[in-house]
């Protein structure tokens, strides 16, 4: 390179510098959005459930802070699984695992609420209860209603646990969809088959849920007794 063009050089690699900060810049910001989306929706209508008395029990604000306390012991979990099915090394394990599962808890379970409270909205037409005197009543109530629970507050002992067992249907294919995701992303450059990432992240998140639900179980009996 001479040095006429040694300038020329120079002029072009701080405008390409400046256009690959920017580009930086706006990928993370919309990433910042989408996570910032479920919470302005979480926030209304948590403001919606104080202004009126009949409105229930939104069920994110028991699942949420539930999946945020878990969430240490599954990273570690499922790390260590990755680490045994897929060979790859302790930091990346943990790198993978921590990334999808932040995703996961901070994004997919909001979201997978929003949408199931929608679907829940229009079944019932607007919210209406089904009652808990017939057992019809009672399946349709924890099944159907899980996402915001009618205000039964007399029952709640045992419908939180219930819907919290019945969410946590949706939250399991949501995390294995958002975590199967990050971690194809992350380790692309390992030459893993998609087949093998697939299966071990669903392994993971069938041995972490699962442990979830025999906890949430044991604390359901514990409460009837």
């Not at 949501?174 to 669903?202: C, D, G, P, Q």
Request: charged fraction near 15%; glycine fraction near 4%; aromatic fraction near 16%.
């Amino acid at each position: 390179m001479n040095d006429q063009s040694f300038p020329f050089y120079r002029y072009q690699l701080r405008i390409k510098g400046k256009l690959r900060i920017q580009s930086f810049s706006r990928d993370m910001n919309n990433s910042h959005a989408i996570f910032r989306i479920p919470y302005c929706l979480v926030l209304f209508f948590l403001f919606t459930s104080y202004a009126y008395s009949n409105a229930g029990l939104p069920m994110i604000f028991i699942a949420f802070p539930a999946m945020v306390l878990a969430l240490i012991p599954v990273i570690i979990i499922e790390a260590f699984i990755i680490h045994n099915r897929l060979r790859t090394t302790i930091k990346k394990s943990f790198s993978v695992s921590t990334v999808s599962n932040l995703v996961t808890t901070f994004a997919g379970v909001p979201i997978t609420w929003l949408i199931l409270v929608i679907i829940e909205l229009i079944v019932t037409s607007g919210g209406r209860g089904y009652g808990l005197d017939t057992f019809r009543g009672k399946f349709l109530s924890i099944v159907v209603q899980a996402p915001w629970l009618v205000p039964y507050e007399y029952e709640f002992y045992w419908l939180v646990p219930a819907a919290l067992l019945v969410l946590l249907v949706p939250f399991f294919f949501a995390s294995w969809f958002l975590e199967y995701r990050v971690a194809l992303k992350m380790l692309a450059l390992e030459n893993f088959l998609k087949l093998k990432i697939k299966r071990t992240v669903l392994l993971a998140n069938l041995i972490t849920y699962f442990l979830l639900v025999l906890f949430i179980i044991g604390k359901m009996l514990i409460g009837v007794k």
